[in-house]
């Protein structure tokens, strides 16, 4: 994985969240917990990321250490990793710099700059109250034409 550069575009962000993530210690247990609450799993997710429709954006559940090591978190108590970001999700890997350096021209502090991934390209940010965003670029997410996420639709490639 390696730090992409800062491109630039005439493009400007759509105003929206796509994605809630929790890190929980159990992903099976909290699945059982949100289903047993009547929501629906989406048929898009897996045992390890398991996502929940929630029109236009989703809540998604992961383990607690694997998202603390992708956004380059302890996950020790009293670390201040709270197990939650909000995500934005870019509609081209050059968006993603951008909008991380955006963020840290707006105050923000830069947690981990964009990076190739296995799936496209992922950077972090904290707002200037330490809540951590994700700005994240992958071929397989699906928007409408005002840009909400489609839960339960998958690109392929």
């Known amino acids: ?28 247990a909290s699945i059982r917990f949100y289903e047993s609450l009547g929501w629906r799993r989406s048929p898009t997710g ?34 201040g ?12 890997a050059d968006e993603v710099p951008r909008m991380l350096e955006m963020a840290v021209a707006s105050g923000g502090t830069l947690v981990k700059p964009a990076t190739k991934t296995a799936w496209g390209v992922a950077g972090y940010f904290k707002d200037p109250d330490g809540h951590l965003f994700e700005v994240n670029f992958e071929d397989g997410w ?6 909400r996420l489609i839960v339960d639709k998958v ?3």
Do not use: E, W
Request: proline share 5%; charged share 15%.
């Open 46 to 79: 897996n045992d390890g990321f398991a996502k929940f429709d929630l029109g236009g954006y989703a809540l998604c559940l992961l383990a607690r250490d694997a998202f603390a090591k992708d956004a380059l978190s302890p996950t020790s108590t009293g670390s």
């Open 142 to 147: 699906v928007f409408d034409d005002g840009h």
């Open 81 to 92: 990793f709270a197990g939650i970001g909000l995500v934005y999700l870019a509609r081209t």
């Open 1 to 28: 994985m390696s730090a992409m550069p800062i491109m630039t575009s005439s493009q400007p962000p759509s105003q929206r969240l796509h994605l809630i993530l929790l890190g929980v210690n159990d992903v099976a």
């Open 155 to 157: 690109n392929s490639a």
